[in-house]
């Protein structure tokens, strides 16, 4: 939806008795913040978003179509049920970060716009275990962030803190690039990576114009050195740059890209390029 019609609606949708429309109107707001890497307000619209929830659960409880006004109290047994805030932070970091941004400074404005929430306790708690978890040291950020037992929160701070440190073998920035990708993707803070994948892909490009520069490293460098430096030199930014650039990594490190990312890399290019011909046609 284009900002300026978002904007014209945003304030009578809010007050929307359909849980659903709520929940599509806050999943909207999220991705704008992501997609113009502007984090002031995510607190509150993870607020708004969460208690959108809760009202669609009760909803399923209480046997009423999701296409109608929920009508009905919530129970202490529908807010048992979670938005997991973690990845939602984490991701915002990881743009402020991967964008050359001080990812520290979001940590105090985002605990103080929780004060002003009905029920502040739950993000502030998010936020202090993610700041808590990005002030380790590379080597335990490397081990939070490979420990298959963790929380799939614990590894993504681990993978952000990791590609945080300038200093990384080949194959842990491979790691760390495609576990936090995975991760996000995984995760119900899947909707705000979609728009925002450019940002990555930027980013990402950078760690391999210096290991390339030490094919002793990779594997196979006469093959895998050609392929990462035309990933890295390819033109488009976003989805498809991600699919091309995690490929060549993997056959330079051996750290597989999980197919269901892969997939989901290749749709969104797909998409990406469908709306890039609709918007030319408009021109």
Not at 70 to 93: M, N
Not at 192 to 221: G, K, M
């Amino acid at each position: 939806m284009p900002e300026g019609i978002y904007s014209n609606v945003a304030h009578v949708l809010a007050a929307s008795p359909f849980p659903v429309i709520r929940n599509k109107l806050a999943t909207l707001a999220i991705q704008s913040l992501f997609r113009r890497r502007q984090f002031d307000g995510l607190p509150a619209l993870l607020y708004q978003l969460q208690e959108a929830f809760t009202q669609s659960v009760a909803q399923h409880r209480l046997g009423q179509p999701p296409m109608e006004p929920f009508v009905g109290s919530i129970e202490p047994v529908d807010r048992q049920a979670r938005i997991a805030l973690e990845h939602f932070f984490v991701g915002a970091l990881a743009v402020q970060a991967l964008s050359g941004r001080d990812p520290q400074t979001l940590f105090s404005r985002w605990k103080a716009e929780a004060t002003a929430l009905l029920d502040p306790s739950s993000t502030i708690e998010a936020v202090d275990r993610i700041e808590s978890a990005l002030v380790t040291p590379v080597a335990v950020a490397i081990e939070a962030m490979t420990s298959q037992s963790a929380p799939s929160w614990t590894r993504l701070a681990g993978a952000l803190s990791a590609l945080l440190y300038p200093t990384r073998s080949p194959q842990q920035t491979a790691y760390a690039q495609t576990g936090l990708l995975y991760w996000l993707y995984a995760s119900d803070a899947r909707v705000a990576l979609e728009d925002c994948l450019v940002h990555f892909s930027c980013a990402y490009s950078s760690p391999w114009s210096l290991h390339v520069q030490t094919p002793a490293l990779l594997r196979n460098p006469r093959l895998t050195v050609p392929a990462l430096s035309m990933a890295i030199k390819a033109p488009a930014e976003g989805a498809r740059k991600l699919e091309v650039l995690l490929q060549a990594t993997e056959l330079a490190t051996g750290v597989n890209t999980p197919a269901d990312l892969r997939r989901w890399l290749h749709q969104m290019a797909d998409r990406d390029e469908r709306r890039a011909r609709f918007n030319q046609r408009r021109v």
